[in-house]
């Protein structure tokens, strides 16, 4: 039987094609379910972001998170064999942060310029280096002018805490991967100061879709011989968070805590 070249050439290239075309339908469903996991369809966005440099997405990441203008962002590991676990809802002029370390808890508002404390004993003798039971779970109000006010101000409005959330140093990024349910970029360098970590490695992985947003942190360190792990969560991006002023407070200087 004589073979015919123009159905050889059919029965080869159709194959072919239809290879191609299910290949290509199976990479665009694979990338539809990855997006469609994040509720984000910008997928075109994603390559050139991903190849953008480390200083391009971070600045991408504050000038979306400041046009947002709130965040919460939650932590909880353990150091040193102590839990901890912190929250903290940031918006431009207010916040609210609820602290804990091991058995002791502190909650901190900022409203309008002033800090408020509210420290259970064992927080007031971790912070202040005192027993005060008078004091202890009540609020108390802290102005701008007193000694006390930066350290329990930081990390609590949104400027403050975007502040401490960018790594430092040289800055490389990682492929586009999936973390908390986002399509992501990380940007890899060392610890911001303000985490504490005297060396080891931060990553902050910023959404590769959509607003350019912080999506998670994860710092590492070894502290007393052992490899430490610190992740920072954020979300509610946006959210109108009602921080008010506590409804009675006394005055730190008439306080029983050092001034």
Do not use: C
Request: proline letters at 4%.
């Amino acid at each position: 039987m004589q073979r015919n070249p123009t159905l050889d050439t059919q029965m080869i290239t159709r194959p072919r094609g239809l290879l191609q075309r299910v290949l290509t339908l199976v990479s665009a469903l694979i990338l539809t379910l990855t997006l469609g996991a994040t509720g984000v369809a910008d997928a075109a966005s994603v390559p050139s972001f991903a190849t953008q440099s480390g200083r391009q997405i971070i600045d991408a990441a504050m000038a979306a998170a400041k046009t947002h203008g709130s965040a919460t962002s939650t932590s909880a590991t353990t150091t040193s064999g102590e839990k901890y676990s912190s929250v903290t809802n940031s918006s431009t002029t207010s916040g609210e942060q609820t602290l804990r370390i091991g058995q002791a808890e502190s909650v901190v508002r900022v409203v309008n310029g002033v800090v408020y404390i509210k420290d259970d004993l064992a927080a007031i003798q971790a912070q202040f280096g005192v027993s005060v039971p008078k004091d202890a779970n009540q609020w108390i109000s802290i102005p701008s002018t007193n000694s006390n006010y930066s350290r329990f101000n930081s990390g609590i409005l949104l400027a403050s805490m975007l502040s401490e959330i960018a790594p430092a140093g040289g800055l490389t990024t990682t492929k586009a991967e999936v973390v908390r349910h986002t399509l992501v970029v990380g940007v890899r360098g060392k610890p911001n100061i303000h985490l504490g970590l005297a060396s080891g490695t931060e990553t902050l992985y910023v959404a590769a879709t959509g607003a350019h947003l912080p999506v998670e942190l994860v710092a590492t360190d070894v502290v007393q011989g052992q490899r430490q792990t610190f992740v920072i969560t954020f979300s509610n991006w946006g959210n109108n968070f009602h921080v008010t002023k506590p409804p009675t407070s006394i005055s730190i200087s008439a306080a029983k805590l050092p001034n």
